[in-house]
């Protein structure tokens, strides 16, 4: 088994908020796999351990491009969050997410072909990330985009820089924005419970049924346990089930307020920055000890 080190620990409990020696416990039943970890403290502590499972370490911007019934996003990442602040990054990101929209690229490859010149740096966008590199001294990567050019009406919202959004739609221009607002407050896995990745909904059920196999009832009652859980789990995480967040009464389904609206949301995209990107954990304190024996060599 490998050995469980104190960064592990901390990199579990940074995700989960949950208490160090129950970090500790399970990595060591996980046998140091991280995601297994997350799973085990899921059932032993419930929704508590889920409340960090967001946060997002890895820096950058997400930009956006719309124009009519065309739009793009793109998150373009970088090391420190001081850079993410940097007006050559910034539009640096806005021209890829211009590009997407404009070209409509296979994938990040092509996108790096395409012809760009800023900053004195060129003549393709690899380029001038290139030389935007050495210019600020920091590592950059374009990591992902998306296009919607489906021939519905486009809404999109940024959160900052941080957090981007695009809802295509029928209907009410209102209704759409207010949608797109929603989705970056609630961060939906899907536009309805039928669209829910497989994957997720399989590991959610593994969840429940650990869970509700540690309630020592009848196999048959667990069962129902386990699909309620599912259900639920499905409501929370599909938009048009989602409690819309202006809802008056605190119950209104983004689904009925679109029907009250007599608006139809096709599909969206939502980029958070550095989602599902871990960001190696600096230990300061042995960076200082090196430093330190190192000077002492010289």
Do not use: W
Not at 62 to 69: E, I, K, Q
Not at 194 to 212: D, G, M, N, S
């Amino acid at each position: 088994m490998p050995a469980i080190t104190a960064s592990m620990v901390a990199e579990l409990r940074a995700k989960t908020d949950a208490p160090m020696m129950e970090c500790k416990k399970a990595l060591t039943e996980a046998d140091g796999d991280m995601a297994r970890a997350e799973e085990i403290l899921r059932v032993k502590l419930g929704n508590k351990a889920g409340k960090a499972a967001s946060r997002i370490t890895a820096e950058g911007v997400v930009a956006a491009s719309v124009a009519g019934t065309t739009g793009a996003l793109v998150e373009v990442n970088c090391e420190t969050d001081f850079v993410s602040k940097n007006e050559s990054f910034l539009a640096f990101a806005k021209a890829c997410a211009e590009l997407v929209a404009q070209h409509a690229p296979a994938d990040v490859a092509a996108l790096s072909a395409l012809p760009l010149a800023q900053d004195g740096f060129g003549p393709t966008v690899e380029d001038v990330r290139k030389g935007l590199i050495g210019k600020i001294g920091e590592n950059m990567t374009i990591r992902r985009f998306r296009r919607h050019a489906g021939g519905g009406k486009l809404a999109h919202y940024l959160h900052g820089t941080r957090i981007g959004v695009i809802v295509e739609f029928d209907g009410d221009d209102v209704a759409a924005k207010d949608v797109a607002m929603h989705v970056a407050a609630m961060k939906p896995a899907a536009l309805s419970a039928a669209q829910v990745p497989a994957e997720l909904v399989e590991k959610e059920r593994r969840i429940a049924a650990e869970k509700a196999a540690e309630s020592g009832k009848p196999a048959d009652i667990v069962a129902k346990m386990v699909d309620g859980a599912v259900q639920k789990f499905l409501k929370e995480v599909a938009l048009l089930d989602q409690v819309f967040v202006k809802a008056a009464d605190g119950k209104q389904t983004v689904g009925a307020m679109l029907k009250d609206k007599g608006t139809s949301v096709k599909d969206f995209t939502l980029f958070v920055v550095g989602e599902g990107i871990e960001k190696k954990a600096d230990d300061f304190a042995a960076e200082v000890a090196a430093q330190v024996a190192a000077a002492k060599g010289s």
